[in-house]
Every structure is written in C-alpha cells, then in structure tokens.
C-alpha cells in the first residue's frame, strides 16, 4: 500500500504550485461534499522549481530503466539569497528514511520564542511530541490548532489536556458536534509550522505519524514539503 499524497503542478520547469490543495474541486470549494475547506498553497519560481520537477519524475520513472533527469539537473539560475530561501524536500515510499520528521525536528530543537502549528490531523509519534513538550518546558510559546472534524476520530480523548499540562497551549478550528457538524462543516486542511518567525514549513505532510512514515496505518507515503527562511515567513505567522 504505497501511497502518494503530494500535490504538484510544475510548468515547463519554471513554475510551480504546491501546497495541501488537491486537484478537486471540493478541495476549492466549488462544491461542499465535506464541508468548506480552508487550505493554502503556494507558488515557486526559479531554482527551487527544479527540485519539485526531479521529484515528479521520481515516481514517474520508479518502474523505468531510462531516466529524463539530466536537463533539469543542468539548468543553472541566478541566486539571490539575500531576502531568504527556499528549501523543497520530499519522503519517498521506496525507502525507510524519515525525512520530514528528521528535518522539523531538527529546527524544533532550535526554537527560542514561539512555535505554531496548524495541521488537520494532529497524531504525533511519541519523539515528536516529547520534542513539542520539551520545547515548551523551555519557555517557548508552542500553539497547535487543529481540524475538529480531521482529528476527533483520530486524537486519543483528552490528548490534548495532556499537552496543555505540559505547557502547550492547543486550539481546535471548529469543534466537532455531533448532527451540527455535518451542517456547519468548515474544515481547516492547511499544514503550517512557523518557528521565531524566521522559518516556516508548509505543504502537504500533516503532522501525524503515518504521514511522516513513522507508522503504515493506510501504507507508505510519497509526499513533499518546503522549508522557506525570509520574508516570506511572515504570511504563514498571520
């Protein structure tokens, strides 16, 4: 059961949109089979824009001899890093390394101020959440919001007066209620993470363990996301 999670659309290797919108039109609010969707995406251009088409082309020429990567890898920009960077990465389902989890909680371990996170399935391994706690025991100001409708059936019950205890402050985006919930079905299916403002991390890794592949409950998972450093962070701190 290998799955692919990732949501791309790369244009002549120039531009590119990513992000935790999939391609449905119940994901653009069209219509509301599930409810109205809050998401965010974004849109990437020069350098970075190679590293989504490899990628792509990963998992299209999994089962291929022959490959199509040198004229990307090739291709050559100009480089401004002055106003920051950006940083895509991905997990693949062809191997055991745990990419995203070794790559948030790297910078987790650096926050100083605040941390916020929003994901609408919140289901942490255990490391991950011993990180958040250790995190807040430090006096970093750690928030979670999460999807009330993505997370009840998911989040052990009272999980999060857990984590309140230890100092993190949580906030659920429209509580579920039985009957009320199916009318009034708004539903937050972004996935930030913002630390001290400097860095930010969005795409379409949810944080729950068997998105970052720590656990297989529904298969393997090919998925990407972007670390971005710069002004750029301050859209995804409001």
Request: charged letters at 25%; a negative charge.
């Amino acid at each position: 059961n290998i799955r692919d999670h990732r949501k791309i659309m790369d244009i002549d290797n120039k531009v590119v949109f990513s992000g935790g919108m999939n391609l449905a039109d119940e994901y653009i609010n069209l219509r509301s089979p599930y409810g109205k969707w809050k998401d965010n995406c974004f849109k990437i251009t020069g350098s970075a824009v190679s590293s989504y088409t490899l990628m792509f082309l990963q998992i299209w020429n999994a089962y291929e001899e022959d490959n199509e990567y040198e004229s990307f890898i090739s291709q050559t920009y100009d480089s401004d890093t002055d106003n920051g960077y950006i940083m895509p990465f991905s997990d693949n389902p062809f191997d055991e390394y745990l990419v995203s989890k070794t790559i948030y909680m790297t910078i987790l371990e650096n926050a100083k101020d605040y941390v916020y996170i929003t994901t609408p399935y919140l289901l942490p391994d255990k490391d991950f959440e011993k990180l958040l706690c250790d995190t807040a025991a430090r006096g970093v100001d750690v928030r979670l919001m999460y999807d009330g409708m993505g997370t009840q059936s998911a989040m052990p019950y009272r999980d999060d007066k857990k984590l309140n205890a230890e100092g993190i402050k949580t906030k659920v985006f429209n509580p579920f209620v039985p009957l009320v919930a199916t009318i009034q079905n708004n539903r937050d299916h972004r996935k930030i993470l913002v630390i001290d403002g400097h860095t930010a991390f969005t795409g379409g890794v949810n944080i729950a363990d068997e998105y970052i592949n720590r656990k297989k409950r529904f298969g393997h998972w090919k998925d990407t996301a972007v670390m971005l450093k710069g002004e750029a962070v301050w859209n995804f701190t409001m």
